[in-house]
DNA sequence: CTGAAAGCGCTAACAC
DNA sequence: GTGTTAGCGCTTTCAG
């Protein structure tokens, strides 16, 4: 029978500090924006009762007040906190600096929630929104742009009115990539498809595309992983055990560990007999033997920039440029020769 | 110049609605909150104009009213969002279910922000307040404790009037797992410190001392990485190139992987010549090879209990067991003979 | 420089 | 059943 206790201490309002200090509440909202001339005095007084008290002011009352909230909703796919924790990171240290808060939600796979999200966003009336979910259809986007709140879209490249975008440009890295590997006379190249990541991997074809086409050849060589395979690793070491390849081309990094495995599995040197590149590397793709080759993403980068454009916006400043390409760093690691 | 447009939209509130459907205020709040009984075809003409409108509640001024906020903060390091990925998807998931919102504080190793923190979740008048940070005080729980906000600790075992806890029990799985070795006379056995980590490398530590303990030995060989290191992988190549054990033991993964790469590094066959363990086993001490045999911890049951636990206290449930274990499995992959 | 008072949008008695 | 009204805690004119 042990319910918890409730809370009933007494709330200290501007109220009370106002009265502590033998003012007006208005004069105790001055001393807390320190907007306006006050006294010096009469604001060391103030300042005495909100220790004295221990007061706080009410963020949720500020916010009716003032019609904002100084919040902002990030909105990720639930499976990527594995890989996007450093630009949480980023757009947190700079959400703090601001004194924004954010607010987490997080998008499923597969199911249609995104009115649902949407309608929780609009009503916890978050200032602005910040969406790392490259799965977003262009109708979503239109959805959201309704509400005429101001957004940034991370590693997706948009802009509009009201949206500025923070990218990579993976269609141009693996466009020079690949090109050098067809200079070489490597042209045996595949992708392997990113059910998580649609957008990018549409970017990596692109940029692969690109590449050949240029040389007058043509690339179709997406490897999908068939629907009934829960795990792209399992369908991996089938597929490599009949297939060989001279250079494979993965987005994420449990992709290109799966690849690496499953070749292991069958054998197949890498670098030596294929080669191997994860597109968006990360702190994993360093840790496995061999180091796989990858692009080093500024993650925490693209965070902060995100957060950072997104106050400007809220402070309608000048944006120079709505839509920002990031700059990335081949590293070539041993899973390549 | 593009500075980004402003929300003049008009403002669609609680009044319009109750003008467009010719009722009061009252009986819109009645009918979005559905409580009381509105006529059936009254509720069906307010419903009606909330569509037309597109109104959505101010969850702000429903905060304001209400005197709660329907939010729950969540504190965690900022390090951790690459292995507590499931855990948060628990939350959230289970934070949706009772329309719960839930903002992100991230406290940063080292610095003592904690002040910083408290402050911003009091000022934001979160509902209830879950902390997933074993390096926290008992003075910083001590002053928790004053807000008098409910909490749940995340792997880690508290609880007083106004906390629960979610845990894994990490000294016994730890022990259970020493003491195997024991009994097979294997005591060479060392613990890599984390220092991300402490209180819960504290816990394999005091499970392993436990084990020693019954066999009348002594544990003392926790092996510290030197504040110098940044790395502690490259601490550890050092390390093993001039020792070796018959039994490793880490709590994160990276920390595993880096013992693995360290001993490949020094040509120390694993698990031939020396055996690894990782108490929180991940994806990825999956992914490498040789798989690390590890603990499976329940990532996003912790998560999803915690946030139930969580809303039986801000609903003055009746609460059972205010300390509550986790089931851990052992599981035995290829760094274990 | 400081106080009084009118909201911000919504809920919850309390009347009718 | 439904409307009226008094707050929730704070900001912000507008006077003084």
Redo the contacts between chains.
């Keep these: 029978?042990?319910?918890?206790?409730?809370?009933d201490?007494k709330r200290i309002t501007i109220y009370s500090v106002a009265h502590e200090a033998g003012v007006s509440l208005a004069t105790v909202s001055r001393v807390i924006n320190d907007s306006d001339v006050v006294k010096e005095e009469t604001k060391k007084r103030v300042q005495e009762a909100i220790i004295k008290l221990g007061y706080?002011?009410?963020?949720?009352?500020q916010?009716?007040a003032l019609k904002k909230?100084t919040?902002i909703a990030?909105i990720v796919p639930?499976?990527?906190?594995?890989y996007?924790?450093?630009v949480?990171?980023g757009l947190?240290?700079v959400a703090?600096i601001y004194k924004y808060?954010?607010?987490?939600?997080?998008s499923t796979e597969g199911i249609n929630e995104m009115s649902?999200i949407v309608?929780?966003v609009?009503?916890?009336?978050a200032d602005g929104i910040i969406l790392y979910n490259d799965s977003f259809s262009p109708q979503d986007i239109e959805t959201l742009n309704e509400f005429?709140?101001?957004m940034v879209y991370l590693d997706n490249c948009y802009s509009s009115?009201?949206a500025?975008s923070v990218y990579i440009d993976y269609k141009q890295a693996v466009y020079e990539v690949v090109k050098k590997y067809l200079d070489n006379g490597i042209d045996d190249i595949v992708i392997i498809e990113d059910r998580k990541n649609p957008i990018n991997i549409e970017e990596v074809v692109k940029g692969t595309k690109k590449a050949f086409e240029e040389k007058g050849k043509q690339f179709d060589a997406l490897i999908r992983i068939p629907s009934e395979y829960h795990s792209s690793y399992n369908y991996l070491v089938e597929y490599f055990s009949t297939h060989k390849h001279q250079l494979v081309l993965t987005y994420r990094d449990?992709q290109a560990?799966?690849v690496l495995?499953a070749c292991?599995e069958n054998n197949v040197k890498i670098p030596d007999e294929m080669e191997l590149i994860c597109v968006r590397g990360s702190?994993?793709t360093d840790?496995?033997?061999p180091q796989i080759s990858s692009f080093e993403v500024p993650g925490y980068d693209s965070g902060s920039l995100a957060m950072r454009i997104m106050t400007k916006?809220l402070n309608?400043?000048?944006?120079?440029q709505?839509e920002l390409k990031l700059n990335y760093v081949y590293k070539k690691k041993g899973s390549t020769k």
């Design positions: 029978m042990a319910t918890v206790a409730k809370n201490k706080r002011p009410n963020a949720i009352a916010g009716l909230t919040s990030l639930d499976s990527s906190f594995n996007i924790g450093k949480i990171n947190l240290d703090k808060s954010v607010t987490l939600h997080t649902e309608d929780n609009i009503k916890s009336h005429n709140v101001p009115d009201i500025c449990s560990i799966a495995n292991s702190r994993y840790m496995v033997r916006m309608n400043e000048d944006i120079p709505k």
